[in-house]
C-alpha cells in the first residue's frame, strides 16, 4: 500500500475517531437515564438497598455478608401455631404472592395457607414437615436470583396495560384534534392579514405560558359542569388547551417560511384558499406538522395534574397517574416496578419518534439554513 | 401578478376560508360537547376519595368493607386512590367543582383546614365514643371546631424509633425506655466514629416535621398556647435548637439536609444507619428487602426530654363529609362503619394504623400485640402528641407543616447560616404573616 493510501485511511480513520470522541459524552450523558431505568427494573429489591454493592451493575451477593442474597420466610403474626406441612422441596422454584390471582402455597400450616414473599428459589428448609411452626419464626430461606424479572411480572398484576391503553388512545385523539385546529389556525395567522391578527397570536401564545396547576381548579369545574369528569373526554377535551397554543405557535413559524410565491401561483391559476392550503402548503410542512404531531401526542402522554384531577377512578387513569397512585404508597417506593413501568411506558414514545426521525429533524431544522 | 387579482374576491377567499376553518373546528370539537355521562343507576352512590394505604393489603381491605357496606345499606361505594401526596390536589379539585366524591380522607390534617366544606358529624362522634370507651383526648384536638367534631379520626401513624441494637451494642451502650435526648447525643457521637450515624431528616420534608416536632415538644419548645394561637416558648426553642446543632454535628452527617421521606428507610435497611425516627414501614422494608440488617433492628420508645417529658410523633388520618354531598347520612353510616371495625383495619395494615378509640386497646392488639418488636407500640397513645400541640391541629398549625417551618428553622440553626435567635425570629414571622 502507498504511503499515500495510508495517509488518507488514516485521516478518515482519525475523522471517525474524532467524532465519536466527541459524541461519547454526548450520548452518555444522553443514554445514562435509560440505562439506569433498565438496570434498576432488573435488580432484584435486596441489590437496590445494597450500598455496598456496585450501583451500576448487578452483583450477586450481598456486599455487607458476602452471601447471596435472599430473603427468610417468616410465619405471619396472624397466623396460629401449628405443624407444617411443606408443598414444595429445597431447589424448587418459588412465585412471589402479589403476581398472582391465587398463589399457590409452598406450605400450610394446620390449614394455614404459608406463601413466597419473593420469587426465587428455595434454598434451605428450618423447620421440617411435621414440626411445629410458630408466628414469627423463620420457617425457611429464598434464594432471590439476580437479575430479575420480577417487577415486570408485579406490572402485570396491575391495571397496567389498561392505563398504557388509555393514554394511547387520549394522545391520539388530542393529536387529531389539535392538528384540526392548529393547522388552519396557524395558517391564518401566519399568513392572512386582518385586523388584530398580531394580537390574537400573542394572546394564543399567553395561553400556553400559564401553567396547569393554575388551570385545574376553574378546568374542573368545567369538566364537572359538562358531566365528562371521570371520562377519558374530560382529557381529550382539556389537552388542547395546551396543545393547541403551543402547535400554532410551532406551525405559524413553517408557514411563514413557505415561498409567498408558491401560494400566489396556485391563487392565481384558480385555487381558493382552502385548496391552496391542502395542495399546495401543507405538502409543503408535512415535516412541521408531523414535528408538532409528536409534541402534542408527547405533551398528552406525559401530563399529570389534569389527568389527576379529573380522572378518579383506577381502570380510567393514564399512565403517568397510575403508576405514580400504585407504585409509590408513602414512603415506600416501589423502585423495580416503578422504573420496568418506566421502560414499557416509554415503548410508544421510542417508537413514534423512530417511525418519524428523518421527519422530525427534517421539520426541527427547517429555517436553520436559507 | 396577484395585484391584478380583485380585492373583493381575495376577502371573499379569506372570509371563506376563515369560515370553513372555524366550522371544521366546531365539527372536529361538537363531539366532545355532546357527550354527556349517562345519568347515575337507580341505587344510591357514595364516592370516596382516599390514599394508597402504604400496605396494599389495607386497600384489598378497605374495597372489601366498601363493597359489603355497600350490600347492606343497598348502594355503591366507590372507592378512589390518590397518591399520597395528590390526596390534596384532589380535594381541591373536588371542592371546586362541588361534586366528584362525598367522603374524602383528611391525611395529617385537621378539620380546621376544611371547616368551610364539611359536615357536622359530631352525632357519629358521640355514638362511636359512646359505643367504644370514648376517645383519647387528642382525637379531639384534629376533630372539633368551635364545638362541633367536622371529621371522624379514623387512625394515626405512629414515628417510633428504630435502632439497629447491633451497632448499640458494638459501641458499649444500650437504649433503654429511660434514655434521654442528650444520652441519644453522647451514644451518637460514638456511633457516627464507627460508621454507622443517626438519621434524622432536617429537610423539607413532611417525615422532617414529624421527627423534629416531638422534640421540640419533649424541650417544651411550644409554638401554640392552648387555644392554638400563637405562642413561642422562646427560651426552650432557643435551648432545643441548640440541642438540635450538636445532635447534627455530633451523630450525623449532611445527607440529612436533603433527605425526602424515603431516604430514612434507605439509610436504616441498608445497614448504615444506626438510628431513625419513622412509621414501621422502615423496619418492614428492611425485613423485606435486607433481612440480615433487619434481624437486628428494633423498636424503641421515643427518648425523654426535660423533666422526663417524651412525646412520640404521628400523622392523623381522618375522613369528612362534604356539605355538597347528596347522600350525607348515608356517608356518616360510611363513618361509623369504618371505625366500628377499627381493628379489622389494623390487622390488614399490618399494625400501622393505630385507633383512636379506647376500647381498641385491649391487649393484645392485633399484630403490634403479637409481634415481640412490636408490642410496645400498643402504648403509643401514652405519649402521642399531634401538630398544634397543646393546641388544636388549626389552620395555623397545619400550614407550619405544610411549609416546613420547623425543618427550616433547625436546617437553619445546623448549617450556621443563623443564630438560634434569628432562625426562632424568622419562623415566627413566617407563622404570623400566614
Known sequence: MTGSAWGVRWRRLRFLLASYVGLAPFLAFA?????????TSLKADANLYDLRSNPFWFSRV????????????????????????????????????????????????????????????LAEIRVPTGQVAHPNEVIGVIHVPNPTLTHYRYLATTPFARWMQVSLVTGAAVVLITLVLA??????????????????????????????????????????????DNTIWSLILSYPTFTVPFCTWLLMGFFRAVPKELEERALLDGATRLQTLRMVVIPVVMSGILTAAIFAFTLSFQEYVYALTFISSTVNRTLPVGITVDMVRGDVYFWGPLMASAVVGSVPVVILYALSLDWFISGMTTGAVK | MIEHTPRAKRGAGRRRFLRRSLAAGALAAAPTFLVRRYAQAQEKTLKVV?????????????????????????????????????????????????????????????????????????????????????????????????????????????????????????VGEDFTDKTTWEDVRRIGAKLKAIGHPLGIPISQTPDSNDNLV????????????????????????????????????????????????????????????????????????????????????????????????????ARTMSYGIYN??????????????????????????????????????????????????????????????????????????????????????????????????????????????V
Open chain 1, 31 to 39: 443514554l445514562f437515564p435509560f440505562y439506569w431505568m433498565l438496570i
Open chain 1, 62 to 121: 450481598d456486599g455487607a455478608t458476602g452471601q447471596p442474597y435472599h430473603k427468610d420466610i417468616i410465619v405471619p403474626a396472624s397466623l396460629t401455631a401449628g405443624p407444617i406441612r411443606w408443598e414444595i422441596r429445597t431447589g424448587a422454584a418459588t412465585t412471589r404472592s402479589d403476581s398472582a390471582v391465587n398463589p399457590p402455597a409452598i406450605a400450610w400450616i394446620g390449614d394455614q395457607k404459608v406463601l413466597s414473599p419473593v420469587d426465587g428459589t
Open chain 1, 183 to 228: 393547522v388552519p389556525a396557524a395558517y391564518g395567522l401566519a399568513r392572512l392579514e386582518f385586523p388584530g391578527n398580531r394580537g390574537i397570536g400573542i394572546a394564543i401564545f399567553l395561553t400556553y405560558l400559564i401553567p396547569p396547576t393554575i388551570l385545574f381548579i376553574p378546568f374542573s369545574q368545567f369538566v364537572g359542569a359538562l358531566r365528562v
Open chain 2, 50 to 170: 382516599h390514599w394508597k394505604h402504604f400496605v396494599p393489603d389495607y386497600d384489598k381491605y378497605f374495597d372489601v368493607f366498601a363493597k359489603e357496606f355497600g350490600e347492606k345499606h343497598k348502594c355503591k361505594v366507590e372507592v378512589d386512590y390518590v397518591a399520597t401526596p395528590d390526596l390534596p390536589t384532589a380535594i381541591a379539585a373536588d371542592i371546586s367543582r362541588r361534586g366528584g366524591h362525598d367522603v374524602f380522607m383528611l391525611n395529617g390534617t385537621g378539620s380546621w383546614l376544611y371547616d368551610q366544606i364539611l359536615v357536622d358529624v359530631t352525632d357519629v362522634a358521640n355514638r362511636l365514643g359512646k359505643e367504644f370507651g370514648g376517645w383519647i383526648p387528642e382525637a379531639k384536638d384534629v376533630a372539633v371546631v368551635r364545638g362541633k367534631w367536622l371529621c371522624i379520626p379514623h387512625w394515626y401513624m405512629s414515628f417510633p424509633w428504630i435502632i439497629n441494637r447491633q451497632y448499640f451494642t458494638q
Open chain 2, 214 to 313: 416531638p422534640v421540640m415538644l419533649s424541650y417544651k419548645a411550644y409554638m401554640f398556647d392552648k387555644n392554638g394561637g400563637i405562642a413561642f416558648a422562646k427560651k426552650e426553642i432557643v435551648e432545643v435548637l441548640r440541642f438540635g446543632a450538636a445532635l447534627y454535628k455530633d451523630t450525623m452527617t449532611d445527607e440529612v439536609l436533603s433527605w425526602d421521606d424515603t431516604s430514612n428507610n434507605r439509610f436504616i435497611a441498608s445497614g448504615k444507619g444506626s438510628m431513625i425516627c419513622n412509621p414501621i414501614s422502615a423496619y418492614r422494608t428492611a425485613a423485606k428487602d435486607q433481612p440480615d440488617v433487619y434481624k437486628n433492628l428494633e423498636i424503641v420508645k421515643p427518648p425523654i426530654g426535660v423533666q422526663g417529658i417524651r412525646v412520640g410523633g
Open chain 2, 324 to 433: 355538597f354531598s347528596q347522600v350525607q347520612d348515608l356517608a356518616k353510616e360510611f363513618l361509623y362503619a369504618m371505625n366500628q371495625e377499627g381493628l379489622r383495619g389494623m390487622e390488614a395494615s399490618t399494625g400501622y394504623n393505630h385507633p383512636y378509640l379506647n376500647a381498641f386497646f385491649k391487649k393484645p392488639m392485633p399484630v403490634i400485640g403479637h409481634e415481640p418488636k412490636l408490642e410496645l407500640l400498643q402504648d403509643y397513645q401514652q405519649y402521642v402528641k399531634f401538630i398544634g400541640w397543646p393546641g388544636p391541629m388549626t389552620k395555623i398549625a397545619t400550614t407550619m407543616y405544610a411549609k416546613f417551618i420547623v425543618p427550616t428553622m433547625f436546617a437553619e440553626v445546623c448549617t450556621g447560616r443563623k443564630t438560634p435567635r434569628q432562625a426562632m425570629d424568622d419562623a415566627e414571622k413566617k407563622l404570623r404573616a
